[in-house]
């Protein structure tokens, strides 16, 4: 099983709550703002621990509060792509983009070269992230998530600040991950119409 | 007036300046550290450790230096011990001078670095927590090569603090040339001596260049690790 995954979470006076058991390659959870999607995301990522469940992703278990089980996020092998982006200032985009690699053992699908050529970032390699535009720094986030050799795939709003011709390229590399089908993918959006022809495995949070 | 400094005056301006640096490079990890928990970590009795490192900046530095000399003299705790299991005494001595100029410097490095490590945003050091980095991994590569500038402030600070330090030195190692005797205690000896007016003059002069030389070095390495719009002055 891809996702098996049941948690009830705390942010402020919202208890946002996740139940979700698929093999699907790809889910999207959809919801209005303040629905607690972003909080969802930290948990199964390890950065909030959730008041009670369990996350198991591709047959790992990450956190399970019967058992005592809160695996950390360094060890959870995420590639999380945060909505706000959080490239590292003080680092070129390359230095960005090998993050990951120097921390996990893992090999990526992609090299750095593939990468950048995939998301049309060779051309940024040696900025610094201040100077990015908005879809620029959406797009090193990304190659920065994947290149960290995750095991399984969380994107925060991954369309957000693009104008409709990158969107349209993002969407088509998710489709890729989709198809090549070998890191389960966990989508948030605001819109459903989004996420419709992405997949059919969408939870709609209230 | 501008003849070449002559050999006393080497001698104080080197004592100062090795007491000086001593002093900045062995609290700079201390302060560090200390601003790290204040800004990071959440704990009771943090607001105590917050007023004990704090207490230099608003105790008169004569109590500073007694309370250095009842706790690392010759019968006080520390000092007995560091002389029973190490054979070192500190009183006295340069080394002690250096304990004292730190001790001053310390709340003010420490109010620099950690104003720097709280405008790191954590959210940087969740991101790289999620890319495989653990606790401390994370905190190398992210909080504190972005907390340089607020290192470099403090470190700069700390050395203003020390290099003037007075009361506390005076108190707690006494006025021994070429041992204890820094550039301001050797401004109030020349003092207390009718006709050294050239000679307290000249070593004023020094105070007032090495200063400066500090300020100046401290701009250009700020800029140079921050980008051109960050200063410390």
């Given amino acids: 099983m891809s996702f098996d995954i049941d948690i009830q979470a705390r942010m402020g006076d919202c208890r946002p709550a996740l139940r979700l058991a698929t093999d699907a390659t790809l889910v999207a959870v959809t919801g209005p703002s303040g629905a607690g999607k972003t909080t969802l995301l930290n948990c199964i990522s390890g950065l909030v621990t959730p008041d009670y469940g369990q996350i198991s992703i591709a047959g790992r278990t990450h956190f399970d509060s019967d058992n005592s089980i809160d ?47 995939l998301l049309n970032i060779t051309a940024l390699l040696s900025r610094r992230p201040a100077s990015l535009s908005g ?72 | 007036m501008i003849a070449p400094l002559t050999a006393s005056e080497w001698e104080i301006v080197a004592l100062s300046l090795r007491v000086t640096l001593v002093a900045v490079l062995c609290t700079l990890p201390i302060a560090y550290g200390l601003a790290w928990v204040l800004a990071r970590r959440r704990f009771p009795g943090r607001f105590l450790l917050d007023a004990v490192v704090h207490l230099p900046l608003v105790l ?14 010759k019968t006080g705790p520390v000092g007995r011990f560091l002389n029973d299991v190490f054979g070192v005494a500190i009183a006295f001595q340069w080394t002690g001078a250096a304990l004292a100029a730190g001790v001053m410097a310390l709340p003010l490095m420490v109010r620099a670095m950690r104003l720097s490590i709280e405008a790191v945003d954590r959210k940087l050091v969740q991101a790289a927590r999620t890319l495989g980095a653990n606790r401390w991994r994370a905190f190398l590569a992210v909080t504190l090569p972005l907390s340089v500038p607020g290192i470099l402030a ?26 204890t005797r820094t550039l301001p205690l050797a401004i109030y000896t020349g003092l207390q001596i009718p006709g050294t007016d050239i000679a307290v003059a000249r070593l004023v002069v020094i105070a007032v260049l090495l200063s400066l030389a500090a300020l100046i070095l401290s701009e250009w390495l700020v800029r140079r690790s921050a980008g051109s719009d960050a200063h410390v002055i």
């Fill in chain 2, 60 to 73: 008169p530095p004569v109590v500073t230096g007694y309370v250095l000399l009842l706790l690392f003299g």
């Fill in chain 2, 154 to 179: 403090g470190a700069i600070l700390g050395f203003a603090r020390s290099i003037g330090e007075f009361g506390a030195t005076i108190t707690f190692v006494s006025n021994i040339p070429g041992e």
């Fill in chain 1, 135 to 206: 879809g620029e720094t959406k797009r090193v986030a990304i190659g920065r998530a994947l290149l960290s050799a995750p095991d399984f795939l969380l994107l925060d709003e991954p369309l957000v600040s693009l104008d409709s011709e990158r969107a349209e390229h993002v969407n088509s590399l998710i489709e890729t991950l989709k198809a090549a089908g070998n890191i389960p993918i966990l989508l948030v959006s605001h819109d459903p119409a989004e996420v419709a022809r992405l997949t059919e495995t969408v939870i709609r949070l209230d």
């Fill in chain 1, 71 to 117: 695996v950390p996020p360094d060890k959870r092998g995420c590639g999380y792509v945060f909505q706000d982006a959080r490239l590292f200032p003080h680092l070129t985009v390359e230095q960005n983009l090998l993050f990951g690699q120097k921390y996990r053992r893992g090999s990526s699908h992609w090299t750095l070269d593939e990468l950048a050529d």
